[in-house]
T-cell receptor, first 113, second 114 residues
Framework: DQQVKQNSPSLSVQEGRISILNCDYT??????FLWYKKYPAEGPTFLIS?????DKNEDGRFTVFLNKSAKHLSLHIVPSQPGDSAVYFC????????????FGTGTSLTVIP | DVKVTQSSRYLVKRTGEKVFLECVQD?????MFWYRQDPGLGLRLIYF???????EKGDIPEGYSVSREKKERFSLILESASTNQTSMYLC?????????????FGSGTQLSVL
């Protein structure tokens, strides 16, 4: 059973506008959430993370929001750039699962110049 | 920068063959992982290792085994390859234990089993 879900397989956004990627989870024990970015023919690379004790974390153009009551997190990219075109995975872990990370199915973002 | 190297980018094997996928990391990381990525299913954990000669099953270990004889090397073994093991295989490593540890991934091996 998929514990982390990304319900939008793809998203297209104009350059300069905001991209919003969504992620839902079912396990209330998850306490750390990460976003990874993947270009074709490359492995995923870490983008940004958030602990469950926070509801927002910002790093430059990237902001992650966490709504624990809704079991929902989102990644905002402002402004979007063509180089942001990639597949984005959200991942979650719980303190009692050690090193196990649970990944979503990914959202393919296309930023149109 | 951490470098995680997977020995092959593309691999084509026959059903029933024994297949070895090799992964090497150069940053003295304790933990190493093998995932497979399939369309619509995301990344699923096959096995991980938190120390030399130690291994733990992930979500989908059936049909796979692993070996970690040296800290920097983690091998994934398909004992008898089957067509449903056609997939992108990703190796990753992390420094320590805990949910806030970032994973560093290799570029992946696209395995086709015919």
């Amino acid at each position: 059973d998929q514990q982390v879900k990304q319900n939008s397989p793809s998203l297209s956004v104009q350059e300069g506008r905001i991209s919003i990627l969504n992620c839902d989870y079912t396990n209330s024990m998850f306490d750390y959430f990460l976003w990874y970015k993947k270009y074709p023919a490359e492995g995923p690379t870490f983008l940004i993370s958030i602990s469950s004790i926070k509801d927002k974390n910002e790093d430059g153009r990237f902001t992650v929001f966490l709504n624990k009551s809704a079991k929902h997190l989102s990644l905002h990219i402002v402004p979007s750039q063509p180089g942001d075109s990639a597949v984005y995975f959200c991942a979650a872990s719980a303190w009692n699962t050690g090193n196990q990370f649970y990944f979503g199915t990914g959202t393919s973002l296309t930023v149109i110049p | 920068d951490v470098k995680v190297t997977q020995s092959s980018r593309y691999l084509v094997k026959r059903t029933g063959e024994k297949v070895f996928l090799e992964c090497v990391q150069d940053m003295d990381h304790e933990n190493m992982f093998w995932y497979r990525q399939d369309p619509g299913l995301g990344l699923r954990l096959i096995y991980f290792s938190y120390d030399v000669k130690m291994k733990e099953k992930g979500d989908i270990p059936e049909g796979y085994s692993v070996s970690r004889e040296k800290k920097e090397r983690f091998s994934l073994i398909l004992e008898s390859a089957s067509t449903n093991q056609t997939s992108m295989y990703l190796c990753a490593s992390s420094l320590g234990v805990g949910g806030n540890e970032k994973l560093f991934f290799g570029s992946g091996t696209q395995l086709s089993v015919l």
